[in-house]
């Protein structure tokens, strides 16, 4: 038997009744608030924490007097929760001191959700940096380093290659139109295109529907009386992977960095082709933060050229080819060759200490095993000559040391001296054991939110929706009475679900959402002041209650559709196209809509059906007496 036009079959209000529980389960972590707590992780992603370190905690903090709340053990850490701020403060210290530079003691916030919600999986929503406080850096890459170094790289590795193939040229350099060979006869000529074009990987791209494979280089051939020239460049393909390999690779290395400094849910990611944004909620020591992820350490090893007559020339402003001039930390100038016999990417372990001898602070380094044979035939080759350790920052470059190298040096196994003190060693240490950059980059946008203004900004937040949330309320219950309550009811059902959709996908709540929040709270309210007022406009024209109840639901359907698919696409391209801020807003404008309509077409037609559906007589709608209408 089907339903009368004003009835609801009983599984749309199962519908309604679960969906309306389930939000409020999924919604409940978010009144718990959050407990202060540490994050102890190993320093190498991907190790496991020792057992031993969680009976070290224990007994630290319990000799201090400082009660744990909750320990939580997981595979990739130990989560401790505290009583107070500066609990925390002073167990962070202790447990460093404790289980020492090995592994991350971070400072974190832990929801205070019971148990059995949390093993449903019902979280609360995270809090953005204008919320919590915490600092914000947009980085630039110097995207024009990345192409030099690139075709460095390509005039080394094909110098190399043809060195192996005995292919004779008689000069080669780098110039402002790429790498310049000189041949002797063109056959000579053909085969080092040959050799040096398989040494770059082409692109398929489609033309006129056809693939094509692309050349990852461009050549360009001329000829003179006794000399044939080949100039090769990389294409805009190639070009176009460098980049991106070096953005890929510097997120990389933010990530191991920030992971070292001891920061909780932070945020890494990329905006637009050659920028990084970097949010670290609940920071603390913003100082340290701008300290070690500003610094752009790269490390590289050259061979320093010692011959005086070089050094001459260079220290005259007329430096010969090949070579370049750094100072070193006593601002004496070093001549070293430009080409890089190893990077920090061979790097796998770096860490503080002191050398017995001199009792100065030095950094002792782990090579990988293509490093340390590489390492190993230059210290064979090199016995009675200088190696330079380059270290490459921001805005200098500076020559680390330059040590004579006495005798072979294998086992992968390095020592950097010249450390000013145990701080600058230990820093050091930080940055090229969390990799090395493809490529610098450069702070162009800083931006620090205390604690305090968080906050502020939370209490501002709420205070808005709420004084927004009690004056839509006294509205409609005036203008459209009873009808006006089940609008308010079905607005309150509408803010439950979209707080609970939001805690669902783990959403990172900002001021922008809380806007959006606000905004969502009117889009919905205009939703349900419409159907009411299309409920009117067919008792004015002389419909029966129940018919107008009906008629009026149905109307309004269509126009709420149009006029939400419209917002939706808005919401959908500020998602597309927008970062950060917008996208968080986007993406609680969309969730917005959805909610909005669910709960105007379903939760408040299926109360209004519950009470006047059954009714076989209706002498007038509580729906307002703006007007008043004979129903008769």
Not at 213 to 234: D, I, Q, R
Not at 469 to 496: D, E, T, W
Not at 519 to 528: E, F, R, Y
């Amino acid at each position: 038997m089907n339903p009368q036009p004003n009835q609801f079959s009983r599984w749309k209000y199962v519908v309604i009744i679960t969906s309306v529980l389930l939000s409020l389960i999924y919604t409940l972590p978010n009144f718990y608030g959050e407990s202060p707590a540490l994050q102890v992780m190993p320093i190498k992603s991907g190790d496991k924490i020792d057992t031993s370190i969680l009976k070290s905690i224990e007994t630290i903090l319990k000799d201090s007097n400082i009660n744990i709340n909750k320990l939580i053990i997981e595979d990739i850490g130990i989560k401790v929760k505290l009583g107070s701020v500066e609990d925390q403060l002073k167990a962070k210290k202790l447990i460093q001191e404790v289980i020492g530079e090995s592994h991350v003691v971070a400072l974190n916030l832990l929801p205070n959700s019971p148990n059995w919600l949390t093993n449903i999986g019902a979280l609360p929503m995270h809090l953005g940096l204008d919320l919590r406080g915490g600092v914000h850096f947009l980085m630039q890459l110097d995207m024009a380093k990345a192409k030099d170094t690139s075709v460095d790289n390509l005039l080394l590795s094909s110098r190399k290659e043809l060195q192996a193939k005995k292919i004779p040229y008689f000069g080669s350099k780098k110039t402002d139109k790429g790498i310049h060979y000189k041949f002797k006869n063109e056959l000579d000529r053909a085969n080092a295109k040959e050799v040096i074009m398989s040494l770059g990987t082409g692109r398929e791209i489609k033309v006129k529907r056809i693939k094509k494979k692309t050349l990852a280089f461009e050549f360009t051939e001329t000829n003179s009386a006794n000399e044939f020239t080949l100039t090769v460049k990389p294409n805009v393909y190639t070009n176009e992977d460098t980049q991106t390999l070096a953005l890929k690779q510097n997120l990389e290395t933010l990530n191991n960095r920030i992971n070292e400094l001891g920061v909780a849910e932070p945020v890494i990611q990329q905006q637009g082709a050659d920028r990084i944004v970097v949010q670290l909620p609940g920071v603390q020591d913003t100082a340290k933060a701008k300290e070690i992820i500003g610094r752009t350490a790269m490390l590289e090893m050259r061979m320093v050229e010692d011959n005086q007559a070089a050094f001459d020339l260079a220290i005259a402003g007329k430096v010969p080819p090949g070579l370049e001039v750094f100072n070193d930390r006593n601002g004496q100038p070093v001549l070293v060759k430009k080409r890089v016999v190893l990077t920090g990417e061979r790097i796998t372990d770096a860490a503080p200490g002191v050398d017995n001898q001199t009792k100065r602070s030095v950094v002792s380094i782990s090579l990988d095993s293509v490093g340390a044979n590489i390492f190993k035939e230059i210290t064979r080759k090199n016995v009675g000559n200088r190696i330079a350790l380059i270290l490459i920052e921001k805005k200098s470059t500076e020559v680390v040391t330059a040590p004579v190298i006495k005798s072979e040096i294998g086992g992968g196994r390095v020592q950097i001296t010249g450390m000013d003190n145990a701080q600058e060693a230990t820093d050091i240490a930080l940055l090229l054991r969390a990799g090395s950059l493809a490529t610098p980059m450069e702070i162009v946008e800083e931006r620090t939110v205390g604690p305090s203004m968080g906050k502020d900004n939370i209490d501002r937040g709420i205070k808005s929706t709420i004084w927004g949330f009690m004056a839509i309320i006294a509205m409609m219950a005036i203008y459209y009475m009873g009808f006006g309550l089940v609008s308010v009811i079905a607005l309150s059902v509408n803010l439950i679900f979209l707080v609970a959709l939001l805690s669902m996908i783990q959403a990172t709540l900002t001021l922008p959402g809380i806007a959006a929040i606000a905004l969502t709270l009117g889009m919905a309210i205009d939703a349900n002041v419409l159907i009411n007022e299309r409920i009117r406009d067919e008792i004015r024209n002389g419909n029966t209650p129940q018919a107008s109840i009906s008629i009026g639901y149905e109307k309004a359907w269509g126009t709420l559709l149009d006029s939400n698919m419209t917002t939706m696409i808005a919401g959908l391209a500020l998602f597309a196209f927008g970062s950060g801020p917008i996208k968080g807003f986007a993406v609680v404008l969309i969730l917005g809509i959805l909610t909005s309509m669910y709960s105007a077409i379903w939760v408040s037609r299926g109360i209004v059906n519950y009470i006047y559906g059954n009714r076989r007589t209706i002498e007038k709608l509580s729906i307002g007496e703006i007007f008043k209408v004979n129903n008769n």
